[in-house]
């Protein structure tokens, strides 16, 4: 990949980087607090904790995204940068312009999503990083 290339990458992932830092990035914010007239009947209480569950999970997807966006620098800095963590092969620019963080070639994605599965229970959490098994007795 061309010097140009790393660069514009560099500029974005740390304007992303900038962008949540200024939101709060995943810290825990003022918007989380509980306000008691909020919680007066069930119903309120319910729509409270519905609307603060849904503001945890945004706030947990941005600092896993922060995440992703400082192992792209790192990546950028040790010239790794744009090279498939599987098969070691350059991922296509037009992969990365439109996945920026994207870590897998085309081809290795494919296959990761292929063994996967259709079903829950084929399915790996991305975010645990190891498969559940149930066990019958």
């Known amino acids: 990949m061309t010097k140009d290339k790393l660069k514009k990458f560099k500029r974005i992932f740390e ?7 200024q939101k709060g990035g995943g810290i825990i914010r003022e918007d989380f ?5 909020d919680r007066l009947d069930e119903i309120d209480q319910a729509a409270t904790d519905i609307d603060k569950e849904m503001r945890m999970r945004l706030c947990n997807r941005e600092t ?8 792209a620098l ?5 010239g790794s940068f744009g090279e498939c963590d599987e098969c070691g092969e350059d991922i296509e620019f037009r992969r990365l312009e439109a996945r920026p963080t994207a870590t897998l070639c085309v081809s290795c994605k494919e296959e990761q ?3 996967e599965g259709l079903t829950a229970a084929g399915r790996q959490h991305k975010s645990l990083g190891q498969a559940f098994s149930r066990r019958t007795a």
Do not use: F, H, M, S
């Open 15 to 21: 304007k992303q980087r900038d962008q949540i830092a």
């Open 113 to 115: 999503e292929r063994k």
């Open 64 to 71: 896993l995204y922060l995440k992703k966006v400082e192992e």
């Open 33 to 37: 607090l509980i306000n008691p007239d």
């Open 74 to 78: 790192r990546r950028i800095e040790d």
